[in-house]
């Protein structure tokens, strides 16, 4: 179908609005906070250009993503929840031999089947750029496989001269934005999908020589780790994204383009050594666990003329809604045998008054990772997160208590066996794997990792 059709995505008889459907960029931050950005209140990491990208665009305080890396970049690209595919860990995941639990087998690849946003879009005629980390498969599993046309697929914040051509390593940052803004000006005749997935601010932290004593120079945030290394490598990020908004703005696409900017889980407080290199607070935990520092993300869209400018909304939002919202804006609809679990954020793009009409929400992380497993509901403002291995319940009731310091499951009983059912039951209907209990259970050994683990 062409782009000037009439979209199946609308009501029969309605024309398609008038000119080409938007141009659509994702771009994906690895390991960043919900604390971390200046728009969202860090005074240490120096960030202009996606503060910048806050001012000129509406900025989320409630989106949120999966726990961890693979099962997020699932729902991305497809729109559905990660626990459909088993992908509730990163690929390929990690295994403890004597925890108490027996955690699932993660599958090694996001399944053919499943349409991508990008699939669909190229069906009506987008140009598919993705450039960065893929992380939901290898050989033949890849961006290219689900519909991206022009892929350069990377990982880490350093690269080799093999990988780049060029006579010495390059900053990773540094060759998205430039690899981004030639597919931007290469395809602005035509309307484009680009995804952009960063290896910032993952571990290893690396950054050049002259952001580290910048950073190392400037009086740290109080309560605040002010890493040096994480700062510069921010700054680089930042730096990418500037450059991916001038190469929108030089082709004169500004008004014809949505940017959204999100990071794939909460930060990473702790690495493996026990180093601490950011912090989630006021927020409650990281990067895989439950509590609202592992899920909980900043997320900005941008699209001057659509979107209000220097707005923020409080309306949760979740990562599965890109694919929907994706897909409305290029004026056609998923595939009926793959209906999405996330909702349009069309709407509330442009109104962010008009939210969506969903109150729950839910997670499944049946792993260890920086927690131990468990599943979350969030219904309207309360969330209740079940624990797994003893089953131990805690309610919080996130407008009064986005810390999630008081745990009201003794005075909210009936609420917190109410929501528990409810998750029980969309366990259930999206066929989510759970762990079961483990022989080899050893109590002194149960925090140790099996063979080739990884905490990451």
Request: aromatic fraction near 8%; proline fraction near 9%.
């Amino acid at each position: 179908m062409g782009l000037a059709a009439v979209a199946p995505g609308l009501a029969p008889g309605r024309a398609a609005p008038a000119g080409p459907p938007p141009n659509l960029i994702l771009i994906l931050a690895d390991d960043l906070g919900w604390a971390d950005l200046g728009c969202y209140g860090n005074t240490f990491n120096e960030t202009p250009r996606i503060d910048r990208l806050a001012r000129e665009g509406l900025r989320f305080t409630q989106f949120y993503a999966g726990p961890v890396c693979s099962p997020t970049r699932a729902n991305l690209q497809s729109g559905r929840d990660q626990a459909r595919f088993g992908i509730t860990q990163h690929i390929p995941g990690h295994r403890r031999p004597y925890a108490r639990l027996l955690d699932p087998v993660v599958p090694r690849e996001l399944p053919l089947e499943v349409e991508t946003f990008a699939e669909r879009l190229g069906a009506v005629g987008y140009a598919t750029g993705y450039f960065g980390k893929w992380h939901l498969g290898g050989a033949g599993f890849g961006p290219k496989e689900q519909g991206w046309q022009t892929v350069r697929e990377l990982q880490g914040n350093v690269l080799a001269p093999a990988i780049t051509g060029a006579a010495v390593p390059r900053r990773s940052a540094d060759y998205l934005a430039e690899q981004a803004a030639a597919f931007i000006a290469e395809n602005q005749a035509r309307p484009f999908v680009l995804q952009v997935s960063a290896a910032a601010v993952h571990i290893p932290l690396s950054t050049t020589p002259e952001l580290l004593a910048k950073y190392t120079a400037k009086p740290k945030q109080p309560g605040y780790p002010s890493l040096p290394a994480y700062a510069g490598l921010l700054e680089e990020l930042d730096a990418c994204v500037g450059r991916i908004v001038d190469a929108v703005d030089r082709a004169g696409l500004a008004e014809r383009t949505l940017i959204l900017f999100v990071s794939d889980n909460g930060g990473l407080e702790h690495e493996q050594s026990g180093r601490v290199v950011t912090s989630n607070r006021p927020l409650r935990g990281e990067k895989g666990s439950l509590y609202e520092g592992g899920i909980r993300v900043p997320a900005i869209a941008r699209w001057p003329g659509t979107v209000p400018a220097g707005r923020a909304t409080a309306t949760p939002a979740l990562t599965h809604d890109v694919y929907p919202t994706f897909v409305e804006l290029g004026r056609t609809a998923p595939l009926a045998a793959q209906p999405p679990d996330g909702v349009s954020l069309a709407a509330l793009l442009r109104d962010p008054a008009r939210a969506p009409a969903r109150d729950t929400w839910f997670w499944h992380l049946p792993h260890y990772h920086h927690s131990t497993p468990a599943s979350a509901i969030r219904r309207g403002d309360w969330k209740l997160i079940e624990f797994f291995e003893d089953g131990t319940r805690e309610l919080f009731n996130l407008a009064a208590d986005p810390g999630e310091t008081t745990n009201l499951v003794a005075s909210e009983a009936s609420r917190a066996a109410e929501m528990q059912a409810a998750l029980a039951a969309w366990r259930t209907r999206v066929g989510a794997r759970m762990p079961l209990p483990n022989p080899a259970f050893d109590p002194a050994r149960a925090g140790e990792l099996g063979r080739g683990g990884s905490n990451r």
